[in-house]
């Protein structure tokens, strides 16, 4: 275990527990989110506010976990950023319960078993949690236009967000791929439809390619999900959303190129001697955003996250707590839409309050 002191007198004690030594892009995303929740505690340092941070790897246990919690010596945490491993989950939640310590779990997991605790919030939720919030946000920027469900699999385990508009949207109609390939592909140029992939795996994503390159022109809007943000690794695969006219629903974009944006790359040059990460560029500043979100909070006001305001982050400015039945934790149930453009650009969908 090490910890980082900022400043010395320090009135915010806060934990943080990753998964920083696991193999692949799981420590690595989490030593990326560490590098930005360091700069906000850094940023908010700078306003007067006090901080002691200790971090440590979480392991993989129960008792590793439970380890690390007795281990402290900067007393009770104030608060603590948690891995979504839930045997983990469960210790750390446990002893929330006992010292009134607020739990942030920055990275996605079923939260079932935690979420009647009052001081659990849920940073970046499964789709299940947010599948109203992006039906409502599809309607509203995509408003007058026909819903159209596509099974690539004959309907077997169909996703959380197609699986509502199928069973719960009047108007929607379903189409089967590769049964009816010839009227899926004459709809990608209809403008007034909406194609919904019934599944998030790469597959199907590749499938949804294959009919956009047989349209003459993609016209309709592509439905895609995280998972499919989440890949995009080259321009190629940019380019692949491009051409399907994609907008694709998740939970955070980097805004890469607002001024705020650029300033905060080169603050994390200076701060960690190197660019940041190609590949997961965005996890730091989703670190900043939900550290600097989490701890302004708690250290400045001391209630209850979803009655803040939302405060400007240096991409992200939001964050929609929502609790999901009196008394229970809070989940982040704000969702955008990132449309690529047929020719090439990006563009932020927000929904108004």
Request: aromatic share 12%.
């Amino acid at each position: 275990m090490f910890a980082c002191v900022l400043p010395a007198m320090a009135q915010v004690k806060v934990g943080v527990f990753l998964p920083f030594k696991s193999g692949g892009a799981v420590g690595q995303s989490a030593v990326e989110y560490y590098r930005g929740l360091l700069m906000a505690v850094d940023s908010l340092s700078q306003g007067g506010q006090q901080f002691a941070v200790t971090a440590a790897h979480s392991g993989q246990t129960a008792q590793d976990m439970q380890a690390l919690l007795s281990e402290s010596q900067n007393g009770v945490f104030d608060i603590i950023f948690a891995p979504s491993n839930q045997e983990q989950l469960k210790v750390v939640n446990e002893y929330s319960r006992r010292n009134g310590t607020k739990v942030a779990v920055p990275f996605g997991g079923a939260y079932d078993e935690f979420i009647s605790n009052p001081a659990f919030y849920a940073l970046r939720v499964t789709q299940t949690d947010f599948t109203l919030s992006a039906y409502q946000l599809i309607i509203s920027a995509l408003k007058g236009k026909t819903l159209y469900v596509v099974s690539c699999n004959g309907g077997t385990q169909i996703c959380p967000i197609a699986n509502y508009v199928s069973k719960y949207v009047k108007d929607a109609k379903l189409l089967e791929w590769p049964k009816q390939e010839k009227k899926i592909v004459q709809l990608m140029a209809d403008e007034s439809a909406v194609l919904i992939p019934s599944m998030y795996d790469e597959q199907t994503q590749a499938t949804m390619h294959s009919l956009a390159a047989k349209s003459s022109g993609v016209k309709a809007a592509v439905v895609g999900y995280p998972a499919w943000y989440d890949r995009v690794q080259t321009e190629a695969d940019r380019k692949a959303l491009c051409q399907m006219n994609a907008y694709v629903i998740q939970q955070y974009f980097p805004r890469t190129a607002l001024p705020r944006v650029k300033k905060f790359a080169a603050m994390y040059k200076d701060n960690f001697d190197r660019d940041l990460p190609n590949e997961r560029f965005s996890f730091p500043l989703w670190g900043f955003d939900t550290g600097y979100y989490m701890l302004k909070g708690f250290s400045r006001y001391k209630i209850e996250f979803y009655d803040q305001q939302v405060y400007a982050a240096p991409l992200q400015s939001v964050f929609r707590f929502r609790p999901r039945t009196t008394l229970s934790g809070l989940i982040n149930t704000a969702v955008l839409m990132v449309h690529y453009k047929p020719d090439g650009m990006q563009e932020l969908v927000e929904m108004s309050e």
